[in-house]
C-alpha cells in the first residue's frame, strides 16, 4: 500500500532562497524542453526521449552555470516527468503538456540521496539540515521527497510503502451530497455543512478591497497580495482537514458505500448556488474517500448522475415529477409517505447502487454510533434523523 507523509519544513532564509533556486531552475528546464519538443511535434519531426534531454542537459548547464547550484537528479526529474506527459498525450489519456509560470504550484523531487533524523531532513546541495517539527516518525521505506511551497509555507512529501492491512467496515449505506447538509447518509446520519467561504467570506472581501487601492507593481499589493492568498489558504486548509475526518470516518466503518456520480461542473452553472456547491469541496472529499476505501478493500460505487434519487419514493418507488428544489420534505402522493427530502435520495441511492452490483436490496443496519462518536469528536456537528 502506498501512502504519502506530508510535514510543513522551516527552512532559514538561505535555505529559503535555496529552495526558490530550485524552483525557479525546474521550471526553466520543463520550459526549455518543452519549447524544443513542441518544435519538434509541429515539425513533424521525433521527439527526442528523456534519455537524450538528459544528455543535452549536460550542454545546457555549460551554457547557464546558475544550473549547477541546484541538485541535478532534481532536473533529471523534470525530464522524465516531462517525457511521461507527451507520451500520455500521444495515448490520448491527456491534454497537450502546458508551460509552466511562477503562478503555478511549486515543487521539486529528490530521487535519492535524502535523509532524515528526529529534527530536520538532509537534502543534497544543501549544507545543513531542514528543520521540521512533525511528531510523526519518518517512515525507512520512503521513496522520494518532494518539496513544495503553499504561498509562505515549505512542505515535504514523503511517499512510501506500507504492508499493513486495515480493517474493512462493516454495514452498506448510501450518501446524497447536498448544501443544507453537507452529506446525509440512508441510516440517518447527517453532516452539517463547514461553510469555510461563507464564514471567512466577510475578512476576503475586505482584504480584496485593499488589494484593489494598491498601486499596481508597488510593494505594497505585493504585500497585500500575500495577505489575500493566506485568507484563501485558512478556507482550504479547514475545508481540507473537514473533509479528512468525515471520509476517515464512514471509510472505517462502512465496508460498502454509494454515491452519486454528480456532475459538479454542471451544478456549477447555477449561479444561485454556484458559491455554496463550490464551499462544500464535493470533489476533494470524494477523491479522499476514493482512496480510503481503496486502503480498506472496501467497495466504492457509484450510480449515474441522472438517476432520479431525490424523485422516487423509497416506499413504494412512485417518482413524484414536480418535486422542486425548495421542497425540503419529500411527499407521497401514492401512499402518504413524508420524509427528509435527502434521506429519502440517499436512501434510494444505497438501493439503485446494490440494484448495479447485483447485490439486491439489504435491511438496513442501524448508524454505528462510533461514526457519530468520532465525527462529533473531531469538532463537526452531527446530527441523527
Not at 364 to 375: D, N
Request: aromatic share 10%; glycine share 6%; net charge positive.
Amino acid at each position: 500500500m502506498l501512502k504519502t507523509l506530508k510535514i510543513r519544513i522551516y527552512p532559514d532564509e538561505d535555505q529559503k532562497v535555496l529552495i526558490e533556486k530550485h524552483f525557479g531552475s525546474t521550471r526553466f528546464i520543463w520550459n526549455h524542453f518543452l519549447e524544443t519538443k513542441s518544435h519538434e511535434y509541429h515539425d513533424g519531426g521525433n521527439s527526442i526521449s528523456g534519455f537524450h534531454m538528459i544528455n543535452d542537459l549536460k550542454n545546457l548547464k555549460s551554457e547557464y552555470e546558475w544550473l549547477n547550484e541546484v541538485n541535478s537528479q532534481s532536473l533529471q526529474q523534470v525530464l522524465m516527468k516531462l517525457d511521461t506527459s507527451f507520451k500520455s498525450f500521444f495515448k490520448r489519456n491527456t491534454d497537450y503538456p502546458n508551460f509552466r509560470s511562477k503562478k503555478d504550484n511549486q515543487y521539486f523531487i529528490v530521487p535519492q540521496h535524502f535523509s532524515f533524523d528526529e529534527e530536520g531532513i538532509y537534502i543534497p546541495k544543501f549544507k545543513k539540515e531542514i528543520k521540521f517539527r512533525d511528531k510523526s516518525p519518518i517512515p525507512e521505506t520512503a521513496k522520494q521527497v518532494v518539496i513544495t511551497r503553499d504561498v509562505d509555507r515549505y512542505y515535504a512529501s514523503i511517499p512510501y510503502e506500507i504492508e499493513e492491512e486495515l480493517p474493512k467496515g462493516k454495514g452498506t449505506i448510501g450518501i446524497d451530497m447536498g448544501i443544507k447538509a453537507f452529506l446525509t447518509t440512508s441510516d440517518r446520519l447527517q453532516v452539517e455543512p463547514l461553510n469555510a467561504l461563507r464564514n471567512t467570506e466577510k475578512k476576503l472581501k475586505r482584504e480584496q478591497r485593499r488589494l484593489s487601492r494598491k498601486k499596481k507593481g508597488s510593494k505594497n499589493r505585493k504585500k497585500q497580495i500575500v495577505k489575500v492568498q493566506k485568507v484563501h489558504q485558512k478556507i482550504k486548509d479547514a475545508r481540507t482537514d473537514f473533509n479528512h475526518k468525515v471520509s476517515t470516518a464512514i471509510a472505517k466503518h462502512y465496508g460498502t458505500v454509494i454515491i452519486e456520480d454528480l456532475n459538479i461542473q454542471g451544478m456549477q452553472r447555477n449561479h444561485h448556488l454556484a458559491k455554496s456547491i463550490t464551499d462544500q469541496g464535493w470533489y476533494q472529499f470524494k477523491q479522499l474517500l476514493t482512496y480510503k476505501m481503496e486502503w480498506r478493500d472496501a467497495d466504492l460505487i457509484k450510480i449515474g448522475r441522472y438517476k432520479p434519487s431525490s424523485k422516487i419514493c423509497s416506499k413504494c418507488g412512485n417518482i413524484k415529477h414536480d418535486l422542486r428544489l425548495s421542497d425540503r420534505t419529500y411527499h407521497c402522493n401514492v401512499c402518504g409517505l413524508a420524509m427528509d427530502r435527502d434521506l429519502n435520495a440517499a436512501i434510494n441511492i444505497r438501493k439503485i447502487g446494490l440494484i448495479k452490483v447485483g447485490k439486491g436490496i439489504s435491511e438496513f443496519t442501524p448508524v454505528e454510533s462510533a461514526t457519530a462518536a468520532e465525527l462529533s469528536k473531531g469538532g463537526l456537528r452531527v446530527v441523527t434523523q
